[in-house]
């Protein structure tokens, strides 16, 4: 069984940053793919970056050149680095890990664990 805990979200004014930790624990593997997904009230979840088992990067358009994820296998974190944020931004993001076979990187769906989610709010 895997669990992940989401920490650092916040309230930020536009433009400002925030960074995002996922701690990973139990039965964990290094290889895992991992991902960060948002879900504003009233829309649908979506993915936001992920990392895959193999090193590749993906990121959603709307974030590109703003955020950054990472990954620190040693402490099992997962980290989503946000510049610039913009109040769309505003959302509950969650961390996920472990891509289901046949996944996508950044499917809604796709994957096994979740956490329990962290809010970030973006005044204008």
């Known amino acids: 069984q895997v669990h992940l805990v989401e920490s650092g979200g916040g309230s930020v004014q536009a433009g400002g940053s925030l960074i995002l930790s996922c701690k990973l624990s139990?039965?964990?593997?290094?290889?895992?793919?991992m991902a960060w997904f948002r879900q504003a009230p009233g829309k649908e979840r979506e993915g936001v970056a992920a990392?895959?088992?193999?090193?590749?990067?993906v990121y959603a358009d709307s974030v590109k050149g703003r955020f950054t994820i990472s990954k620190d296998n040693a402490k099992n974190t997962l980290y989503l680095q946000m510049n610039n944020l913009k109040p769309e931004d505003t959302a509950m993001y969650y961390c996920?890990?472990?891509?289901?076979?046949?996944?996508?990187?950044?499917?809604?769906?796709?994957?096994?664990?979740w956490g329990q989610g962290t809010q970030v709010t973006v005044s204008s």
């Open positions: 996920a890990a472990g891509l289901k076979a046949r996944g996508g990187l950044l499917g809604p769906l796709d994957y096994i664990n």
């Open positions: 139990g039965n964990t593997e290094t290889h895992y793919s």
């Open positions: 990392f895959g088992s193999i090193g590749v990067i």
